[in-house]
């Protein structure tokens, strides 16, 4: 890492490695169906071994970000964003599999000191059963955005409206996968434009992208 920062400072961005969050390294070692169990009939070991993964995820992310700033490099995660700054993306996918009750207990705790442990961090919320948890996520003080997939193959954005204005409404940015372009006009009706970003998660067709790029210009011009 700290070789590829030092030949891409000037000339490109440097993509971190995804460390995910403590809960998925967790899931990888015990498997879905022991963790469940794991969440209803020994929650103290839960909180036991999340107590103990999060000092090693810190020195691992620190390292990582100490082999990379002090050259100049920009930074980039997975979901493409660049920032001058050190910036988390919390994961928690196992959080698809518990309900409110077992994730704001077991799980909200270490999702908020990763966020608490760098000057920015956007959630990724995978899917329509994650999405049960973004009133506890946005309890957290020091996250900064939500990014938001919508679910396997290709479903539709529209139905989670109502939840990217309560994102916006605390505060945060919302970042939206999109997978159908034609989309775009109605999320830019029903969403303010300031920290809204939309992800395009498709292969459109030329034509197809100027038709989106026209509706996004539409809808950045004032009327007259």
Not at 16 to 23: E, F, K, Y
Not at 148 to 161: K, Q
């Amino acid at each position: 890492l700290e070789r590829t920062a030092r030949d891409a400072a000037g000339r490109y961005f440097v993509c971190m490695p995804d460390l995910g969050g403590c809960a998925d390294t967790l899931l990888n070692l015990r498997g879905s169906e022991n963790l469940c169990l794991d969440t209803v009939t020994n929650p103290t070991a839960i909180e036991r071994a999340l107590d103990g993964l999060y000092p090693t995820w810190h020195r691992a992310f620190t390292a990582l970000y100490d082999s990379v700033l002090p050259s100049g490099a920009g930074l980039i995660h997975w979901l493409q964003l660049w920032s001058d700054k050190p910036y988390v993306v919390p994961a928690c996918d196992f959080n698809a599999l518990v309900g409110p009750a077992q994730f704001d207990s077991l799980f909200l705790p270490d999702i908020a000191r990763q966020t608490d442990a760098v000057p920015r961090s956007i959630f990724h919320l995978d899917g329509p059963d994650a999405a049960r948890h973004i009133d506890a996520l946005l309890s957290i003080d020091s996250l900064d955005a939500v990014q938001f997939t919508p679910g396997a193959g290709t479903p539709s954005t529209l139905p989670w409206i109502d939840m990217f204005q309560r994102i916006q409404a605390s505060g945060r940015s919302v970042l939206i996968m999109v997978h159908d372009l034609t989309e775009i006009p109605d999320l830019l009706e029903q969403l303010r434009p300031e920290g809204l970003a939309l992800f395009i998660d498709a292969s459109p067709s030329p034509q197809e992208l100027d038709a989106a790029m026209a509706s996004v210009e539409a809808h950045a011009t004032p009327s007259p």
